[in-house]
Structures are given as C-alpha cells and as structure tokens.
C-alpha cells in the first residue's frame, strides 16, 4: 500500500524528516514576529508595511531561486543554501534594539531653564531610535522572508520529483510532518518565552526594552534560539537527502513562458493570489486584535497549535479529498472556509475562543495539496521547482502582501469589527467571481479533468479500463499499462486498482502524467 511505502522508503522518510525539523524552527518565531515588532515599540501601520516589503521582495525572489535550480540541475546545493542564508538573517532580528520609551527619556530630573531643550532632545533621540528599528526590520525582513519560504517550494518540488522516480507515496503524507512539527513548537515556544522572560531583548542595551509596553518581560530570545537549533537539524538531513536533480532544462524561457500563458492556470493563481491575502492579514492581524485582548504568548502558541494540528488529519486524506471533489473545487472551497473563519473572529471576545475557531484551518492542508499538485500537473519535470516558486510566490508573496497592505489602514482606521468582517464579505465575493472565471475561460483547459469522448460508445470502445478503488492489496502486482485508458480526475501520482467494464479486477496501476516536451 501506498501509506506503507511512505514510511518503508527511506527518501520519503529523510523528506518527512525535513518537513518536521523545517516548520519546527518556523513555529518557534515566524508567528510571533508581529507581536514581536510591536514588543519593541513599532505601530501596527509601520508593521502592515515591513511585512508587505518582505512579502513583496518574495515575489522576486521565490520563482528567481526556483528558476535557478530547475535552470543549474543542482536544486540541492540551491535549497541548502537557501535555507543557511536565511537562517542568519532571520535570527540577526534578536540583536535589534526597541525603540526606547519618550516617557522614560523625559523623567529624569531637570532644571526648569533647561527643561524645553531637554525635551526637544529626548524627542529627537526617540525619533531617531524609531527609525533605526524601523529601517532594521525592513531590511531584513525585506530579504530573508522570500529566501527562506523559498526553500519550502524547493523541498515541495523535491517531493514530487522523489515520488515518481520512486514511483510511489503521496505528497499530503510527507507535508503532514510538517504540521506536526509547527504545532507542537508553536505551544511549546510560546511556554518557554513566558517561563523565561528577559528584561531586555537587545543585548547590551541600557535602557532595556521598550517601557511602555505591558508585555516587557516576554523572552522573545529563546524563540530565536530554538529556531536556529531547528534549522541547523535541517541542514544536516537536507546534506543526507538524496540528489533529486533533473536534466538542466533547455529552452528554459520558452518553457516558462508557456506554462505561464495557460488560462486555466492562471484562474488558479488568481484563487490564490486571494486565499494568500486572507491568509496573511489573518496570521498578521489576528495576534495584534488578541494581544489587545490581552492574550498571553501562551494562549497564542496554543492557538497555533491547534490551528497546525488540525492540518495533519487533512493532509494525510487530501488525496482522497482531492479525487472525491477535484483540484478546482478543492481549491475554490477555500473562500467559504475562509469567510466563515473571518466572521467568526469578529465575535471573540475572550482569546481562547479563537483555539477552538482555529481548528477550521484544517481545510487549508488539502488546498495546499491540491494548488501544489495542481502546478505539478501542469509544468514538466524541469520546471517543477518554478512552478512550486509561482504558487508559493503567488500565495505567500503576493497574497500575503495584498492583505497586509489592504488590512493594516483598516485595521487601525476602523478596528478588528471591521477589518473581520469586510474580509468575510470579500471572501465569498472572490467565490462567484472564481466561480465565473472558471465556468467561462478555464473549464476546458483543466489538466486535472477526464476528457470524454461526446460519442458514448465511441468513449467506451476506446476506453475499456477504469480507476476503481484507490486500496490497494499487498499482493496485486501491476499490470502493464494499455493504451487509452481513461484517468480518473486527481489520478496523478495515486494510482488504483484496475477493472474491466464488466467490473472484474485485473491489476493495479500507478499512474504518473505523461510530460509533454514538445
């Protein structure tokens, strides 16, 4: 069976092992970085405007270090060193000092002639510390962030190139580590930054960390300790894994300008690119409105724990999922799963309440699943890893700065009331435009869809085998494929057993898409 097979081979289980120790590390300090710049005294403005930088440079970066591994044939030694670049940069944001409290700086006791100078001076120095963390976070956020969600891309694309060389598995079962990982760590980060707390963040710093902000004592170090042991273990395994290289791709732009010019694919992106921008003015936004609340780093790791641990379920059955409904409507069920998330965000008035609301983030495993295999789909075994980079890009990048851009001014402007539920209503409005797109320009395009023949007897005499049952028994040997088989939608890389039309058993099949290179 395929769900043995995964845990047998042992590339699948160095990936899986990669995938645990990956989002390990990103649990320990990814999600607390809002809170974290908001800690050393930035406005939730100036925040909204880091993250879409960061964001935004990924947009480059993503499909740039995707090219140049599909372009070079060593995608290996690329995502190592992706994932070391980014390692430093990351943890580099624990020497950044906060900005100093102007309350502070004015107390000390002046002489009543002096007092106008002084103040005018402590102005100037605050203003200038401000902007001096400010303009850290950016730089650095502004490169790292692409460089390091890249390597997720990059290890999504090996899976796939692993699976069929190997000829077996499925993608959602090696992901589900991941989960795994993020949500274990997510809790278990956030217990260790309120056990040890820190009176100051930056060290060497004699002022401390920002006076004014009621969460001073939170030790926001030893995420960044964690995270850098984590990314080291990664390191090490991704050195272990073996090479999952292609044949270096010729006629690399004509290829890329060709899978980029499909409609149907570029429909998809368009969902994603949407999902992306709820996604990342939730992950942003969201913490800001419980810290107001007055959540502590334990209820947020808690609620990130649960949120990642609902995924792990959906990944292990988004290849069933994804047969049963098909990659498009997968995907597209996401605005609702979204839309009902935002609005019920809008209601919490007690934090914990968001950990329970949480567990519908499940869903978005089997979106990933279906996205991802749905560019897999469409680009050829040389562009896997740009395909991989667009759709994380489009999401992560794109997506994820939209929201941040569009949510931040809300967010301050008219606060979390509003900010939910006008994100609730623009989800179900990307649904019937998606639902329109589709129905109109990218229904016939569709990879993942059985053509049929309009002739019904023509259709069967041409196509006498069908997919039956995804089971699959030990003991069956696969038979020989034949000719003109018809593929169930969501067939790629699951395979099935094999009946004739009288419904009788003949073999099993594994079936892989067919790559078109002219």
Request: neutral net charge.
């Amino acid at each position: 069976m395929s769900s043995c097979a995964d845990f047998v081979d042992g590339d699948l289980l160095v990936i899986k092992t990669i995938f645990f120790f990956f989002f390990s590390g990103m649990a320990c300090i990814h999600p607390y970085i809002a809170v974290y710049m908001r800690h050393q005294g930035l406005l939730p403005s100036q925040i909204g405007v880091i993250k879409s930088a960061g964001n935004f440079m990924s947009v480059i970066i993503k499909p740039l270090l995707g090219s140049i591994a599909d372009k070079t044939g060593r995608p290996k030694m690329v995502a190592i060193l992706t994932v070391v670049t980014a390692s430093i940069l990351y943890f580099s944001m624990v020497f950044i000092p906060p900005v100093p409290s102007s309350t502070a700086l004015t107390q000390a006791t002046r002489q009543q002639r002096h007092l106008a100078e002084s103040e005018k001076s402590g102005t100037d120095y605050t203003q200038s510390r401000s902007s001096l963390t400010f303009w850290l976070f950016f730089w650095i956020i502004f490169f790292s962030h692409g460089v390091h969600w890249s390597a997720v891309s990059q290890l999504e694309a090996a899976t796939y190139q692993i699976m069929k060389k190997n000829g077996g598995g499925e993608f959602g079962r090696q992901r589900a580590l991941g989960s795994v990982g993020f949500a274990l760590f997510a809790v278990l980060s956030g217990v260790a930054m309120d056990t040890f707390p820190s009176e100051s963040q930056y060290p060497g710093n004699g002022t401390g960390a920002a006076t004014d902000n009621p969460d001073n004592k939170n030790g926001y170090s030893v995420g960044f300790y964690m995270f850098l042991t984590f990314m080291v273990l990664t390191v090490t395994f991704l050195l272990l894994l073996k090479d999952w290289s292609t044949e270096s791709c010729t006629g690399f732009l004509k290829s890329m300008g060709r899978l980029l010019s499909q409609v149907h694919l570029l429909i998809v992106l368009f969902v994603v690119l949407v999902l992306g921008a709820c996604d990342g003015a939730s992950d942003t936004y969201l913490f800001l409105h419980l810290k107001n609340l007055g959540a502590s780093q334990t209820v947020l790791g808690t609620y990130l724990m649960v949120k990642n641990a609902a995924e792990i379920p959906f990944y292990i059955v988004a290849c069933w999922v994804i047969r049963k409904l098909g990659h498009v409507a997968t995907i597209g069920s996401s605005f609702l799963i979204f839309s009902l998330r935002f609005l019920l965000y809008s209601f919490v008035s007690n934090p914990w309440w968001v950990v329970v609301e949480s567990t519908l983030n499940g869903y978005h495993a089997v979106t990933w699943a279906a996205a991802t295999s749905y560019a897999s789909i469409s680009a050829l075994d040389d562009l896997q890893a740009f395909a991989q980079g667009v759709v994380a890009t489009t999401f992560y990048g794109l997506g994820h700065s939209l929201g941040n851009v569009v949510g931040g001014p809300i967010f301050q402007g008219y606060g979390a009331l509003v900010f939910f539920r006008s994100f609730a209503v623009s989800c179900l409005i990307g649904f019937l435009l998606f639902y329109v797109l589709y129905m109109y320009f990218g229904r016939k395009q569709n990879p993942t869809v059985e053509r049929h023949s309009d002739n019904v007897e023509e259709s069967e005499a041409k196509s006498p085998l069908v997919l039956a049952s995804e089971a699959e028994s030990e003991s069956q040997k696969p038979e020989p494929f034949l000719r003109g088989a018809s593929l169930k939608p969501g067939a790629f890389l699951c395979g099935g057993n094999v009946t004739n039309g009288a419904g009788e058993h003949i073999g099993v099949l594994r079936i892989v898409k067919p790559q078109d290179r002219n």
